[in-house]
């Protein structure tokens, strides 16, 4: 692939430059946006930058204008995403809507299901979280337990979900339940969409290590969604969750802050005792490592990104990214705090470099490992999906869900 921008491309950088210029804040000068992507705070400031993007023409780049998109590429997309990156702007909430849930949407909703929401998801106006992960099923999606039963027209849906990141400000969620538990593991699924306003719902935020709760636990009782609001057919929710997770490893490849551009200003601002730390060999060598990895998962973005713009769905590969980008966080904040020496045990974001973000990054990033598939998960993909070596023997397939005994059931399916 050329990676350089064709006239087309390099004038719609020109243009996305212009209109960033003139509406956003250069990272530099504006340090006061790197407040944590779960607290509620920023849910007002994230709205109102993603409404400008909306008006602007920058928001869904790729999709179809009828759905309130640009009716662009996905190369045009990421051309955006590059240029924004030079800029302070609030973390991104939205990486579930336009992500996970539009995408699904797009493919398995009624027409006029697509016209209702994703306009409406594009601007802001609607934020989704994924009720998929459960307390007894661990990485593995298809162990889930959430029951969802017919009556009449609707479903009532009755169980539990975890580690639901945003669900306490979100409007919408995707939802995928067993209905039918005397099916193989992956063969009883259905998939829904709902309002998170819907009685029954009880979202409680779960406290995390940095002293803030960004995912929390959602119960559902006696939940009740209409069977219109049913994505893709019934005990088929697993071809429906893999569209979502499949554009999930997309995202999930492009981890928030402290990346590459973060540690190296960090190099350039300290001094260790030898001198400026950006002129430490050491230093300066693993600054190297983690440019060669920043560079590696922007290329594989990029030829998955190609691969979608000829109609492909998103492929195993972006399992990669989603692997590195996760340590690589970690490495980088970890590295960053001790660069910073004792300064590095201080959270307050007023008093520490960079308003903290290391140190908060530090407690957040093992989540990451965790979040969208765990690392064990991401290698069982990559070795048999895209190393093509022989699958794990599996207990469990073609069995019964419920003569399955804990324990029985592996990930990475």
Not at 30 to 45: E, I
Not at 91 to 109: D, E, K, R
Not at 116 to 140: M, N, R
């Amino acid at each position: 692939m050329d990676f350089d921008d064709t006239p087309e491309e390099a004038e719609f950088r020109a243009e996305a430059a212009v209109w960033l210029k003139e509406n956003g804040v250069p990272k530099q000068s504006d340090q006061s946006m790197a407040t944590r992507r779960g607290d509620p705070k920023v849910v007002p400031r994230a709205r109102e930058w993603n409404a400008k993007k909306f008006e602007g023409g920058f928001a869904g780049i790729s999709l179809p204008k009828k759905y309130g998109g640009r009716g662009g590429t996905l190369l045009q997309q990421i051309i955006f995403n590059q240029e924004e990156s030079n800029y302070a702007v609030p973390p991104n909430i939205f990486s579930i809507s336009h992500g996970m849930a539009v995408p699904t949407l797009l493919t398995y909703a009624t027409e006029e299901q697509k016209q209702e929401l994703v306009p409406a998801t594009l601007k802001g106006d609607e934020i989704w979280c994924q009720l998929f992960s459960e307390p007894g099923a661990g990485s593995d999606l298809a162990g889930l337990r959430t029951r969802s039963e017919r009556c009449g027209d609707d479903w009532v849906i009755n169980g539990q979900k975890i580690w639901t990141s945003g669900a306490h400000y979100a409007d919408r969620a995707i939802l995928v339940t067993r209905n039918d538990p005397e099916a193989a593991k992956h063969k009883g699924l259905t998939y829904f969409f709902l309002d998170m306003k819907t009685p029954g719902i009880d979202v409680r935020p779960i406290r995390q290590v940095s002293g803030y709760s960004g995912f929390n636990e959602v119960f559902l009782t006696d939940v009740r969604i209409p069977d219109s609001q049913r994505l893709g057919n019934v005990g088929e929710g697993w071809q429906v969750a893999i569209t979502t997770l499949m554009n999930e490893r997309v995202v999930s490849g492009d981890k928030p802050a402290p990346n590459f551009d973060e540690i190296f200003s960090l190099a350039q601002q300290l001094d260790t005792e030898e001198g400026p730390a950006i002129e430490d060999k050491a230093v300066r060598d693993r600054l190297a490592k983690w440019y060669i990895q920043t560079r590696g998962i922007e290329l594989i973005r990029m030829r998955s990104m190609t691969a979608m713009s000829r109609g492909e769905r998103p492929g195993p590969e972006n399992s990669i990214g989603k692997l590195v980008a996760s340590f690589k966080r970690q490495d980088i904040a970890q590295f960053g705090m001790d660069l910073m020496d004792m300064g590095g045990i201080m959270q307050e974001s007023e008093a520490s470099p960079m308003s903290g973000l290391f140190q908060n990054a530090y407690l957040e990033s093992p989540g990451s490992r965790i979040a969208a598939g765990t690392d064990e998960t991401m290698r069982n993909i990559l070795a048999e999906r895209v190393l093509k070596l022989p699958r794990e023997p599996r207990a469990d397939k073609d069995v019964p869900f419920n003569e399955l005994k804990a324990g029985t059931v592996r990930s990475g399916d």
